[in-house]
């Protein structure tokens, strides 16, 4: 690939969201990009929306002394959309990626025509970017954003399908993860561990399947061992699945660890486990197995199959019981196989997903439309009333107009699912304070 370095600066605006005790691959595949981009002359700016709190994202991004700005949301839809495009205008950016933060989605028309290209992010096959793509890139003209990338090649062929519009850039890029240079030593005398690290929840993750899982091969095959890392709303079932083993010390729990901590404990383990129910390329399997983990996983629509193909860069199961205790089985009763499935997902992710080559390709989409923009109309200011895409059921309840309020039951629901009680319960007190 040709040298994307230039003396030109380039400034970018992204949107991101954050909240006490975020650990998503979204925050850490931020994390990793900003910096990178540094030394390709592009110059990044995040705004954060705090849905009660700030957590991991904001702090990592202030230690890398990258510029970031925190406001919490409160008020409705409109109110928040504002803001976004308040706060983007400030900086006068040359591109702004509003990522998967719906209020600066809805922005991104009217940035757009501002001369700020504005690029949307598709991060999982589910009802929420199904959703994005129907109002911003086959809704009203003038709701569309400049580009919209999809992080694995499942959710591009997606958007391609009801992609009409000439004007607008469809990228494949995927969330690229530093891979160490070396694999890490593992000793075939120790006992074979099997790694969980991610969200808490049955809602995607399907984390009490998981946590049986990990019953089954402990008590079912000698010599293995469980861990799991992360935390969230479904923490305590995991405990209560899990607590005889957790008492005969087969199985450990480590709560949420920082991501470095967590690719600690994967260059100590020896498979990676995920049981979820849709996905889109999650950044935890990236760099699990440019460590060498050897995943186990669900044959389930996503980018996970570009990562996993059966019996030469892991094992799919179609069973989230008895289907892993066997994949475990085979694997602990042949060492060369191990050796082999291990060597080839770590090249797998080397080849296609790591961070050098996934920032190049961010590098080119930038460049490009920084390079086309129309030149930035300095005296506009926001109208009084702002003609916003309609909403859709999916975007409940980031967006108020379809929750009616800013927490109903629906969508207590949704946020015990993502956040947890406590979390939640931080984020009324910030909106009806």
Not at 53 to 79: K, P
Not at 111 to 117: D, S
Not at 268 to 276: E, T
Request: with cysteine.
């Amino acid at each position: 690939m040709a040298d994307l370095k230039t003396d030109r600066k380039i400034k970018v605006v992204f949107s991101a969201y954050d909240w006490a005790g975020n650990i998503s691959g979204v925050s850490t595949w931020i994390t990793e990009l900003l910096p990178r981009l540094q030394n390709f002359g592009i110059e990044s700016h995040v705004d954060i929306l705090a849905w009660d709190s700030t957590g991991f994202l904001s702090e990592t991004l202030r230690q890398a002394d990258i510029s970031c700005e925190c406001t919490v949301l409160t008020g409705d839809t409109e109110l928040r959309a504002r803001g976004v495009a308040e706060r983007v205008l400030r900086h006068r950016p040359d591109v702004y990626v509003a990522n998967n933060v719906l209020p600066g989605l809805l922005m991104s028309g009217l940035l757009g025509r501002l001369g700020i290209p504005a690029v949307g992010v598709l991060h999982a096959h589910e009802p929420f970017y199904e959703a994005v793509l129907e109002r911003f890139v086959r809704g009203r003209p003038q709701d569309r954003l400049a580009a919209l990338v999809s992080v694995s090649d499942d959710l591009q062929r997606l958007a391609m399908n009801l992609n009409t519009d000439r004007n607008l850039h469809l990228c494949q890029i995927p969330c690229g993860v530093s891979v160490p240079a070396e694999d890490p030593a593992r000793s075939v005398e120790r006992p074979l561990r099997i790694l969980y690290a991610g969200r808490f929840t049955d809602y995607q993750k399907r984390i009490s399947d998981v946590a049986d899982a990990m019953r089954l091969v402990v008590r079912q095959i000698p010599g293995t061992r469980g861990v799991l890392v992360g935390d969230g709303c479904d923490a305590a079932r995991v405990r209560e699945i899990l607590r005889s083993e957790l008492a005969d010390g087969l199985v450990e729990l480590t709560g949420a660890l920082t991501p470095e901590q967590t690719r600690t404990k994967m260059c100590d383990a020896d498979i990676f486990l995920l049981l979820s129910d849709f996905e889109g390329l999650p950044v935890a399997l990236l760099e699990a197995m440019g460590r060498g983990l050897i995943p186990i996983v669900c044959r389930i629509r996503s980018g996970v199959s570009e990562l996993v193909e059966d019996g030469r860069t892991g094992l799919v199961v179609d069973d989230r019981a008895q289907g892993v205790v066997n994949a475990v089985r085979t694997l602990a009763g042949d060492i060369a196989m191990r050796r082999t499935l291990s060597g080839n997902a770590r090249s797998r992710v080397i080849q296609s997903f790591s961070s050098e080559v996934c920032t190049q390709k961010w590098v080119s989409l930038i460049r490009m439309l920084a390079d086309s923009r129309t030149q930035l109309n300095a005296d506009f200011a926001l109208p009084r009333h702002l003609d916003l895409a309609e909403p859709h059921s999916a975007h409940h309840p980031e967006d108020t107009r379809v929750a009616g309020s800013q927490i109903s039951a629906g969508s207590q629901n949704w946020w015990h699912r993502l956040m947890g009680q406590k979390a939640l319960r931080r984020l009324k007190r910030t909106i009806w304070k």
